[in-house]
T-cell receptor, first 112, second 114 residues
Framework: QQQVKQSPQSLIVQKGGISIINCAYENTAFDYFPWYQQFPGKGPALLIAIRPDVSEKKEGRFTISFNKSAKQFSLHIMDSQPGDSATYFCAASKDGANNLFFGTGTRLTVIP | KAGVTQTPRYLIKTRGQQVTLSCSPISGHRSVSWYQQTPGQGLQFLFEYFSETQRNKGNFPGRFSGRQFSNSRSEMNVSTLELGDSALYLC?????????????FGSGTQLSVL
């Protein structure tokens, strides 16, 4: 059973546009929600992460929005660039159990 | 500071064989985790080692095992390989065991089982 559901599976955005990827979870014990970026031939790299005590976190062009009551969180990439073309994974974990449950990934393509 | 190093980068085996993958964490990192990545199942947690002890295990059969050495380096072993074991095996390290500590991934070992 997929503990973290991610959509869409793929996304094509024009350069300068906003990319939005959504995730949902069921386990209310999750208290750490990171987003990872993976380029072909590389391992995932942490992009940004959030705890459920805040509703939004911004780092540069990347923003996580978190809705605790709906058990949903999303990644917004502002001013998307061709260099952002990669696969993005949301994930969740419970404090004290440090294994991450990953979403199935979103392949983002930013066209010039 | 060198990143997480995994060897070999690519591996081809046949069904029934066994394989050992190696991981060198970032210097100073004591926790090493292993994940399996496949197109169908995505990224799935295999196990985590800290101070040479397995601390957490995912939902994989006993054919998957691992160990950690005193220098924090880790190995993962898969016995009696099956076609479905073909995957990218990722090693990740962090300083301690807190779930919210940054996890650093290696580039993985691509295993193909024929």
């Amino acid at each position: 059973q997929q503990q973290v559901k991610q959509s869409p599976q793929s996304l094509i955005v024009q350069k300068g546009g906003i990319s939005i990827i959504n995730c949902a979870y069921e386990n209310t014990a999750f208290d750490y929600f990171p987003w990872y970026q993976q380029f072909p031939g590389k391992g995932p790299a942490l992009l940004i992460a959030i705890r459920p005590d805040v509703s939004e976190k911004k780092e540069g062009r990347f923003t996580i929005s978190f809705n605790k009551s709906a058990k949903q969180f999303s990644l917004h990439i502002m001013d998307s660039q061709p260099g952002d073309s990669a696969t993005y994974f949301c994930a969740a974990s419970k404090d004290g159990a440090n294994n991450l449950f990953f979403g199935t990934g979103t392949r983002l393509t930013v066209i010039p | 500071k060198a990143g997480v190093t995994q060897t070999p980068r690519y591996l081809i085996k046949t069904r029934g064989q066994q394989v050992t993958l190696s991981c060198s964490p970032i210097s100073g990192h004591r926790s090493v985790s292993w994940y399996q990545q496949t197109p169908g199942q995505g990224l799935q947690f295999l196990f985590e080692y800290f101070s040479e002890t397995q601390r957490n295990k995912g939902n994989f059969p006993g054919r998957f095992s691992g160990r950690q050495f005193s220098n924090s380096r880790s190995e993962m072993n898969v016995s009696t390989l099956e076609l479905g074991d073909s995957a990218l095996y990722l090693c990740a390290s962090r300083i301690g065991r807190s779930g919210s500590e940054k996890l650093f991934f290696g580039s993985g070992t691509q295993l193909s089982v024929l």
